[in-house]
């Protein structure tokens, strides 16, 4: 039993790499553009700057790991269409909304699929950690009230989480039509990604607590069956 819970706690790894890959993607895009804004660029043209920056660093993270990853294909298309539309409404305003368009779809559809109690977290924590694929669950000997208790707990997690991104490019678009471009890019890019990261380790704290204590539930039940 104890294997099956480290199988299905290599989540911390992957949280690291997710909050490293998260820098990485964030830091050189904003310091480009206030790098351009410095040599007295257009902030359009400094946000076409930053683009360009995520852009080359999609690709090139696709060279080196030699492999097509969707969120790298993504970032990359995305790149393209805030290009066009940068280059000719020359609106930096506009450019920043339609920014936000890729993260709102990706978080309300975690909102939706716990409303409609199917979360997507559930059948992510089975991919990262087969060990928690649901037809795994009673081999860790968990109980069938274990089981509907763990489905629950991941339908809250997308509900709650869901909502609480959801709403957060309302606040984006607040900062973006009330504020210079200079601030509101700041504020977007480094409260955007944070919120997010703090909700990703706040559900794979719920996720690992849950698990101890249900792992350890099916190892005491196992001890008792035997001594019986």
């Not at 480290?6 to 790894?13: H, I, L, S, T, V």
């Not at 993260?103 to 716990?114: D, Q």
């Amino acid at each position: 039993m104890s294997q099956q819970a480290d199988a299905g706690m290599d989540a911390p790894k992957s949280l690291r790499e997710y909050i490293v890959n998260t820098a990485i993607n964030t830091i050189p895009p904003l310091i480009a553009y206030y790098v351009l804004r410095v040599f007295d660029f257009e902030p359009y043209l400094a946000l076409v700057g930053a683009i360009i920056t995520a852009a080359v660093q999609g690709a090139l993270t696709m060279v080196r790991k030699r492999k097509v990853e969707p969120a790298n294909v993504v970032v990359i298309v995305g790149a393209a269409c805030s290009l066009i539309i940068a280059l000719t409404t020359k609106n930096p305003r506009i450019v920043q909304a339609l920014e936000l368009v890729p993260m709102s779809l990706l978080v309300w559809s975690f909102a939706i699929s716990g409303l409609v109690r199917k979360p997507n977290s559930k059948k992510m924590a089975g991919v990262i950690s087969p060990a928690l694929a649901e037809a795994a669950l009673p081999e860790r000997g968990w109980t069938e009230q274990s089981i509907q208790d763990w489905h629950r707990l991941h339908t809250q997690l997308c509900v709650g989480l869901g909502l609480l991104c959801g709403f957060y490019p309302v606040f984006a678009l607040y900062m973006i039509f009330n504020y210079p471009v200079d601030i509101s890019q700041f504020v977007i890019v480094a409260t955007g990604p944070t919120l997010v990261v703090l909700c990703i380790v706040f559900a794979v704290a719920r996720v690992r607590r849950f698990v101890g204590q249900h792992d350890a539930a099916a190892d005491i039940a196992v001890i008792a069956t035997g001594s019986e």
